[in-house]
Structure formats: C-alpha cells, structure tokens
C-alpha cells in the first residue's frame, strides 16, 4: 500500500496524519523466511493515528519472531521436519502454507489438511508432534542463532524502567518461544508470555495474554500489542486492543498500514527516539 500524502520526517520517511484511504488487502505470505528476508529499512517511518499515544499502556504484549528477533538458524524449521516424520511418516512442505503470524499449532494444521491427513487422524496426535518439537528445539538449542531487531534491548530496558509489565504473545509453543528469548538474553525482561499449544489461533493467544496482564496489573490494565504481522494488528483489534506495528519481519511498512494499527513504525528505533529524553 501507498502511506499516501504525509509529512516529512527525519530520515526521509513518512508520518501520516489525519485518515488514510483503505487499500486491497496484500496477499497472503507463504513459506518459511529466514532473518536475510525480514523488512528492516535504515529510512525512518511513523504513522500515529490521532491522539494515540503509544506511552499510555500499563502492560505491552510483544510478538517473537519478526519483532524482537530474527532467526539466523533453521532449529525449529528443522524440529518441525523432525515433528511431522517421527508421527506421520511425512516430508514437510510449507510451500503454500501461511506461516507469518500464524501459530506452531496453526502451521501444522493448515500443512496437514494440504497433505490430505484426515482431521481425525492428526488432532489427537498434536501433543505427540509438539512434544518432539519443543524436544529437538531444546536439544539443538546452543545452535539458535536469534539477531535482535533494532533498539530492542535499549527499548525493553527503558519501558522495564518506566515500570511498564512486559509480556510476549507468541504463535511459538512456550518452550520454543522462552528458547528463543534465552538465546538472546531477553529472557528475564519478560513477567509472562502467551504461546500456542493448546491454543492454536492467535487471537486466543492475545486473549490469554489479556487475562495473565491484567491479572498482574488489575482488571482495567491498558494493554497494547506489538507486532510485525497483520495477523498481530488483527488478534489485537480483534480482543478490543490497539496495536504498535513495526516492519522488522517479512511485512513491510505500507503492507502494515493498509490493516490500520494505531501506530506503525518501521523499527523500534522509532519507538525508542520517542521516549522522554531521548
């Protein structure tokens, strides 16, 4: 999508003001992406809709993958292999197969129902295939190779500081996505996390990321969700919550805009040049 008429900002992007023209939805991303095909530009580019102030959260749900971190390493494309063989004597082929914003659970049945397997055959058989996931994951887990996205650190550290809960909602199963996040040393900045397993769509990840914050911070905790996926800007929209889009995955900033979050940057760096006395 066009970002349309906006202001200069620095850097040579764009901040938009006022309403945008909606656009045709952009098709949907199949396949597999490694960190060498996320969208992270050097240009600076804000969107903020009118009077959002992306501050005002008590608690920030934060997507994994695409949005604190790329992967430079194919462990859990290769535990998925390892998964889907041991259990169903299957080659897996996710040509075709929506991955990006999907959930571990969502891939799975969205591959298994392309082979033809009959929903009977493998529902039952799901805790099997994601108990060897999260297995060969942490087996391999001294080859994760996670490239923070831009600003991360500086901006975990800085939202932790101004005593913003910090939590991730993630398509991941839980051992993965903690996996992941202990690679790159983020772990502990992280009270709690939402992950696929026995929740397999992402709204209901984002749901139960709701419960756990406002569990924590009181029932009229502000949550926001930040995500690189339109998946991410839909789930949070779909649960009553704004949503921070930040093209650091394989969506890039004018893909983002046409799904209408709040805000939408085109990495963190943004975020963090925001804060108070930066």
Same mark, same amino acid.
């Given at each position: 999508?066009?970002?349309?008429?906006?202001?200069?900002?620095?850097?040579?992007?764009?901040?938009?003001?006022?309403?945008?023209?909606?656009?045709?939805?952009?098709?949907?991303?199949?396949?597999?992406?490694?960190?060498?095909?996320?969208q992270i530009s050097a240009?600076?580019?804000?969107?903020?809709?009118?009077?959002?102030?992306?501050?005002?959260?008590?608690?920030?749900?934060?997507?994994?993958?695409?949005?604190?971190?790329?992967?430079?390493?194919?462990?859990?494309?290769?535990?998925?292999?390892?998964?889907?063989?041991?259990?169903?004597?299957?080659e897996l082929r996710l040509?075709?197969?929506?991955?990006?914003?999907?959930?571990?659970?969502?891939?799975?049945?969205?591959?298994?129902?392309?082979?033809?397997?009959?929903?009977?055959?493998?529902?039952?058989?799901?805790?099997?295939?994601?108990?060897?996931?999260?297995?060969?994951?942490?087996?391999?887990?001294?080859?994760?190779?996670?490239?923070?996205?831009?600003?991360?650190? !500086?901006? /975990?550290?800085?939202?932790?500081?101004?005593?913003?809960? #910090?939590?991730? =909602?993630?398509?991941?199963?839980?051992? @993965? *996505?903690?996996?992941?996040?202990?690679?790159?040393?983020?772990?502990?900045?992280?009270?709690?996390?939402?992950?696929?397993?026995?929740?397999?769509?992402?709204? !209901?990840? /984002?749901?139960?990321?709701?419960?756990?914050?406002?569990? #924590?911070?009181? =029932?009229?905790?502000?949550?926001?969700? @930040? *995500?690189?996926?339109?998946?991410?800007?839909?789930?949070?929209?779909?649960?009553?919550?704004?949503?921070?889009?930040?093209?650091?995955?394989?969506?890039?900033?004018?893909?983002?805009?046409?799904?209408?979050?709040?805000?939408?940057?085109?990495?963190?760096?943004?975020?963090?040049?925001?804060?108070? *006395?930066?």
């Open positions: 999508m066009s970002p349309g008429p906006g202001v200069e900002v620095a850097g040579g992007g764009h901040r938009q003001d006022g309403n945008l023209e909606r656009v045709a939805a952009q098709p949907v991303k199949t396949g597999w992406a490694s960190a060498e095909q996320s240009a600076c580019s804000v969107y903020t809709q009118p009077n959002f102030n992306w501050l005002a959260a008590d608690a920030y749900l934060f997507d994994i993958d695409g949005t604190l971190l790329n992967s430079r390493d194919a462990v859990h494309y290769r535990a998925f292999h390892s998964a889907v063989a041991q259990v169903f004597g299957l040509d075709g197969i929506p991955v990006h914003g999907n959930t571990d659970v969502g891939i799975l049945h969205a591959y298994l129902k392309a082979a033809g397997v009959a929903e009977e055959r493998w529902r039952p058989r799901i805790p099997e295939v994601l108990e060897i996931l999260s297995s060969e994951v942490e087996r391999n887990s001294a080859s994760l190779r996670p490239e923070l996205c831009p600003a991360i650190p !500086e901006l /975990i550290e800085r939202l932790g500081t101004a005593g913003k809960l #910090l939590g991730v =909602a993630s398509g991941n199963i839980e051992s @993965v *996505g903690w996996a992941k996040l202990r690679a790159c040393g983020l772990r502990d900045k992280f009270s709690f996390g939402a992950f696929s397993g026995k929740l397999e769509k992402r709204d !209901e990840v /984002i749901a139960s990321g709701i419960e756990q914050a406002r569990s #924590l911070r009181g =029932a009229g905790a502000v949550v926001y969700v @930040v *995500g690189d996926t339109p998946a991410d800007i839909r789930s949070a929209h779909a649960n009553g919550l704004a949503a921070i889009a930040v093209a650091t995955g394989i969506y890039g900033f004018d893909e983002l805009m046409s799904h209408s979050p709040e805000m939408c940057v085109s990495c963190c760096t943004d975020l963090l040049d925001s804060l108070p *006395g930066c």
